[in-house]
């Protein structure tokens, strides 16, 4: 069965930094994209960052210039860097991961979530 697990979340000052991870684990054929998401209390889940093979990433404008994606496709592992975070940045962000499984459809997988919260 395939499983993420995301980690690296926490309580961070503004302007500081966090690096969020999510690894991929099970009986994988491949991974087609990658991705992250946020959600805020009261508010919709958002789209952060994609990465997909094959393209370039994209970012919400709110996040540009801040943070960044990347992945160790060696470790099934998307890394999200979030430098010089502000308050607004406060929400649980979750992983998608597009993931073809040996013995099954390709699907969207979902992280757990982890809570990153920007506060003084």
């Known amino acids: 069965q395939v499983q993420l697990v995301e980690s690296g979340g926490g309580l961070v000052q503004p302007g500081g930094s966090l690096r969020l991870s999510c690894a991929a684990s099970g009986s994988i054929f491949s991974i087609n994209g990658m991705g992250w998401y946020r959600q805020a209390p009261g508010k919709q889940r958002e789209l952060v960052a994609d990465?997909?093979?094959?393209?370039?990433?994209y970012y919400a404008d709110s996040v540009k210039g801040r943070f960044t994606i990347s992945s160790d496709n060696a470790k099934n592992t998307v890394y999200l860097q979030m430098n010089s975070l502000k308050p607004e940045d406060t929400a649980v962000y979750y992983c998608?991961?597009?993931?073809?499984?040996?013995?099954?459809?390709?699907?969207?997988?979902w992280g757990q979530g982890t809570q990153v919260t920007v506060s003084s």
């Open positions: 998608r991961l597009i993931i073809r499984p040996l013995y099954s459809q390709t699907k969207d997988y």
């Open positions: 990465f997909s093979s094959g393209s370039n990433p």
